[in-house]
């Protein structure tokens, strides 16, 4: 069974637009970890941002925000007045304590902001 | 801190072949994990090692193997390579066990399968 899911294969927006990725995850543990990694272009996986099971505290890095929710599972991210060099596959992941630095991605989703 | 890095940037092999990647954690690193990029499959994990023992390892068959040195260096083997292992090979690095912590990811190896 899948564990990370990004419905969204492709989207595209218009500068300065905004726009939200979604996952959506599943794990029978208590404690996990998700993360969400920028691949640009070239290639090199870029970390954004990384939440603990325990803290559902919404966060906001300039223009990135992102939203935890357990209830449905879901940690979406949010880009605000998106940018051209916002262009890129972005992905979310899971690591479980279980399997501790085993990291379960999504199938990414890739964003291509239209100048 | 240097990155990352990953040795060699891309790799063109024929059926058959076997190949070895090889990846240089950041410094202080002692976990090294390594990834399959497909267009097909995403990213699916390989395996994990920590202080020279896998500890973690994917579901992938026998031919793919590995290895890390006491330096935490990390070697991967990909024996009778065949054209499904045409692939981005990724390497990620660590300073904790629980998955708790973001990995570090290199650039990468390309790696076709001709």
């Known amino acids: 069974a899948q564990k990370v899911t990004q419905a969204q294969t492709e989207i595209s927006v218009v500068e300065k637009e905004d726009v939200t990725l979604d996952c959506v995850y599943e794990?029978?543990?208590?404690?996990?970890?998700l993360f969400w990694y920028k691949q640009p272009p070239s290639g090199e996986l870029v970390f954004l941002i990384r939440r603990n099971s325990f803290d559902e505290q919404n966060e906001i890095s300039g223009r990135y925000s992102w939203n935890f929710q357990k209830s449905t599972s879901s940690f979406n991210f949010t880009i605000t007045a998106s940018q051209v060099v916002d262009s890129a596959v972005y992905f979310c992941a899971l690591s479980e304590i279980k399997t501790g630095n085993q990291f379960y991605f999504g199938t990414g989703t890739s964003l291509t902001v239209i100048p | 801190k240097a990155g990352v890095t990953q040795t060699p940037r891309y790799l063109i092999k024929t059926r058959g072949q076997q190949v070895t990647l090889s990846c240089s954690p950041i410094?202080?690193?002692?976990?090294v994990s390594w990834y399959q990029q497909t267009p097909g499959q995403g990213l699916q994990f390989l395996f994990e090692y920590f202080s020279e023992t896998q500890r973690n390892k994917g579901n992938f068959p026998g031919r793919f193997s590995g290895r890390q040195f006491s330096n935490s260096r990390s070697e991967m083997n990909v024996s009778t390579l065949e054209l499904g292992d045409s692939a981005l090979y990724l390497c990620?690095?660590?300073?904790?066990?629980?998955?708790?912590?973001?990995?570090?990811f290199g650039p990468g190896t390309r790696l076709t399968v001709t």
């Open positions: 794990t029978r543990d208590t404690t996990y970890y």
């Open positions: 410094s202080g690193h002692r976990s």
């Open positions: 990620a690095s660590s300073n904790v066990l629980q998955g708790s912590d973001e990995q570090y």
